[in-house]
């Protein structure tokens, strides 16, 4: 059992931010690479300035609101507690000041930035099994959401133990001293990490989420880096 | 299909990838915020006119040859092979979009299926499988061009046919020639279509703003733009673009086209001339009082369809508006805006398939019927060929008791001598 979390908990998570980090940049530079288009591809009347109101259109979802408000909700919920959870996992490396404007105890939001996204990936995978959502939706749609599921819930299992039910046993400074001997590629594991109570919520959180940086450069997940120049082709 | 002709075909495919193209091939999250944005769905409540489901036929082949995931985990995706039921499925897609781009307003990435469905039309040209009248009526359109010498008689005794008609709607001052064509020096090049409705109309307005123009020898419709071929669109475009350049005008002024004006304004390049419609010349003379107009012709309300390749491609909005207002004081707008103004029906190549698609034509366009409903207005204005003939379609498909009318004949007529 110990080499497997070993496997998951180090050479796994090397793997996973590699294929991560190059198959995301390889990508993006094969798209943008390719010759630009010759004619404008904008919607009329048209607005300035542009590059603002393109990022307005790419983070506050304008049309999304005036069609679908509840949807509009959830995907706002869900792209800022997203957004929350990254900077929570930043503050597992290390204190940036930064993050304490407000101050907070790491892990952000007291467990329910993660009680959030669960809720909204549930909404959001029940939705694709609905017609007309069923017809449009690929495999690829309901695996993302499952994986993303499963991640956050382990993930905020972990936390929801410490803050909800007085679990002491494995706590941030755990997880610090791992991640941060991952960083200077000296991976140790502490006996908190691999034997405690809750340690494999801890390997299948890092099991998930290994498989879903793996999979993010080659699904529908790059969005999040090509709404903006979309949205900008069409602002023009 | 055999070997060769995939390859052909796939090779066709990789021809549109640009970055644009990319963008749209990569990003859909399928989230079906685009699911009531399509006429035909809208109308018909079919799952296939959705716009995500447009795109995923084409995007299913693209996964297929142009992703390693096509190789390594097919069914991921639901990658498809390219094979002659794909082809009937790319064609069921790209002959039920009109082009309008109204989804690609509600597309929280701003997806254009315009461009994903050009390349469904491009491989169908290349399959042979594309309504063959469009390549006809394009193969024409490219021959006359090339052989303008064969036509030019034919076509200056019929455009001399024209010129009564001309005067007698704004008597000229004596010497003047009430359609003049093949003038070098002219300041202005008017691109018609086959047919005096678009031709006298615009010649009695040039005249009586005193306008240096001249006609064209070709018509602006381009159909290679309809049938998704690049270079069949680019041989029409470049016959006015070289009668431009050899006549040495200062601007070109598209006929009521949507799409003729869409392709010259936007695909002709910098040139040394300025690309109008004709919407926007009239607009122009009226601000610059060169001609006006009697409200008094008009006594029933009147409303405006945007052709969707003029407005919300192109963005010829307030002008059509402008004139309208010195035409009428009973004016109704449709609603919504014209962002979502609902497309109709007969764009991208649809109304020139005749009775082919009627059925379909009509049926998937029951929102813009009652969209024209909801206005009262007894006088239906627009400023495109296609959407002039859809609309007619429409009016006695649905009896609508609504009079279907070109802009351009409704200033012609209420010019104030």
């Known amino acids: 059992m110990e080499t497997v979390y070993y496997i998951i908990l180090v050479p796994m998570v090397y793997v996973a931010f590699a294929i991560f980090f190059v198959g995301t940049i390889a990508r993006l530079v094969k798209i943008f690479r390719e010759p630009k288009n010759p004619t404008t591809l904008q919607i009329f009347p048209e607005k300035e300035p542009k590059w603002l109101l393109a990022l307005y259109d790419t983070f506050l979802l304008p049309t999304v609101t005036r069609e679908k408000p509840v949807f509009w909700a959830f995907?706002?919920?869900?792209?800022v507690s997203l957004l929350l959870l990254i900077i929570g996992h930043l503050e597992l490396f290390k204190k940036?000041?930064?993050?304490?404007?407000?101050?907070?105890?790491?892990?952000?939001?007291?467990?329910?930035?993660?009680?959030?996204?669960?809720?909204?990936?549930?909404?959001?995978?029940?939705?694709?099994?609905?017609?007309?959502?069923?017809?449009l939706s690929v495999p690829e749609d309901y695996y993302l959401l499952i994986l993303l599921f499963l991640t956050v819930l382990f993930g905020s299992q972990m936390d929801?133990?410490?803050?909800?039910?007085?679990?002491?046993?494995?706590?941030?400074?755990?997880?610090?001293?791992?991640?941060?001997?991952?960083?200077?590629?000296?991976?140790?594991?502490?006996?908190?990490?691999?034997?405690?109570?809750?340690?494999?919520?801890?390997?299948?959180?890092?099991?998930?989420?290994?498989?879903?940086?793996?999979?993010?450069?080659?699904?529908q997940l790059m969005h999040s880096f090509l709404s903006l120049p979309m949205n900008k082709l069409r602002r023009g | 299909m055999d070997e060769k002709t995939r390859d052909d075909l796939l090779k066709l495919f990789r021809s549109k990838l640009n970055e644009a193209m990319r963008l749209y091939l990569e990003t859909c999250t399928r989230c079906g915020i685009c699911v009531e944005a399509c006429h035909a769905y809208a109308s018909m409540g079919q799952v296939r006119y959705i716009a995500a489901y447009r795109h995923e036929i084409v995007r299913r082949i693209y996964k297929k040859y142009f992703k390693a995931r096509g190789k390594a985990w097919p069914s991921v995706g639901e990658s498809k092979e390219l094979n002659e039921m794909a082809l009937r499925e790319l064609y069921d897609a790209a002959y039920s979009c009109t082009g309008c781009r109204r989804c690609m307003v509600y597309c929280p990435f701003g997806i254009d299926t315009q461009m994903l469905m050009s390349i469904a039309k491009l491989l169908l040209v290349g399959a042979h499988a594309e309504p063959e009248i469009l390549t006809m009526l394009a193969d024409m359109s490219i021959e006359r061009g090339r052989s303008l010498d064969l036509f030019k008689e034919s076509f200056l005794t019929g455009i001399k046919n024209l010129e009564a008609e001309v005067v007698k709607k704004w008597r000229m001052e004596a010497g003047g020639t009430a359609i003049p064509v093949d003038v070098e020096g002219a300041d202005l090049l008017y691109v018609a279509l086959a047919g005096a409705h678009s031709i006298i109309p615009a010649a009695v307005v040039f005249n009586a703003a005193k306008?240096?123009?001249?006609?064209?020898?070709?018509?602006?419709?381009?159909?290679?733009?309809?049938?998704?071929?690049?270079?069949?669109?680019?041989?029409?475009?470049?016959?006015?673009?070289?009668?431009?350049?050899?006549?040495?005008?200062?601007?070109?002024c598209i006929c009521e086209c949507g799409t003729a004006y869409r392709v010259m304004k936007q695909l002709s390049g910098k040139q040394p001339f300025e690309v109008s419609s004709i919407t926007e010349a009239h607009a122009r003379y009226l601000r610059e009082g060169r001609i006006q107009l009697d409200k008094s012709k008009l006594k029933d309300p009147v409303t405006y369809h945007d052709p969707c390749q003029l407005a919300r491609n192109a963005g010829v909005i307030e002008q059509p508006r402008f004139v309208l207002s010195q035409l009428t004081d009973d004016f109704r707008e449709m609603a919504p805006d014209v962002r979502y103004n609902w497309c109709c029906g007969g764009g991208g190549g649809l109304v020139a398939l005749g009775e082919d698609n009627l059925d379909f034509r009509m049926k998937s366009v029951k929102v813009k019927v009652d969209q024209v409903k909801q206005t009262g207005?007894?006088?239906?204005?627009?400023?495109?060929?296609?959407?002039?003939?859809?609309l007619s379609d429409l009016n006695k498909h649905y009896n609508m008791g609504v009079e279907v009318r070109f802009l351009s004949s409704m200033v012609a007529d209420a010019l104030v001598q």
Not at chain 1, 75 to 79: A, E, G, I, V
Not at chain 1, 176 to 202: C, D, E, N
Not at chain 2, 377 to 386: D, G, S, Y
């Open chain 2, 377 to 390: 207005a007894k006088i239906l204005a627009t400023a495109c060929e296609n959407c002039h003939t859809q």
């Open chain 1, 96 to 135: 940036f000041k930064v993050f304490q404007v407000i101050p907070h105890e790491v892990f952000l939001g007291k467990g329910f930035v993660g009680l959030i996204l669960s809720v909204c990936l549930l909404f959001f995978l029940l939705r694709r099994f609905k017609s007309p959502y069923r017809e």
């Open chain 1, 160 to 219: 929801w133990a410490r803050r909800w039910y007085g679990y002491e046993l494995l706590a941030a400074e755990d997880y610090r001293a791992y991640l941060v001997s991952l960083l200077y590629l000296k991976p140790k594991l502490s006996s908190a990490i691999t034997t405690s109570g809750h340690s494999f919520m801890m390997v299948l959180h890092v099991f998930f989420a290994n498989l879903f940086l793996m999979f993010f450069p080659f699904s």
């Open chain 2, 211 to 252: 306008e240096r123009w001249t006609l064209s020898f070709f018509e602006a419709v381009n159909f290679g733009a309809f049938v998704g071929d690049p270079t069949r669109t680019q041989l029409i475009l470049e016959r006015i673009v070289n009668e431009a350049k050899r006549l040495k005008v200062k601007e070109v």
């Open chain 1, 75 to 79: 995907l706002m919920l869900f792209h």
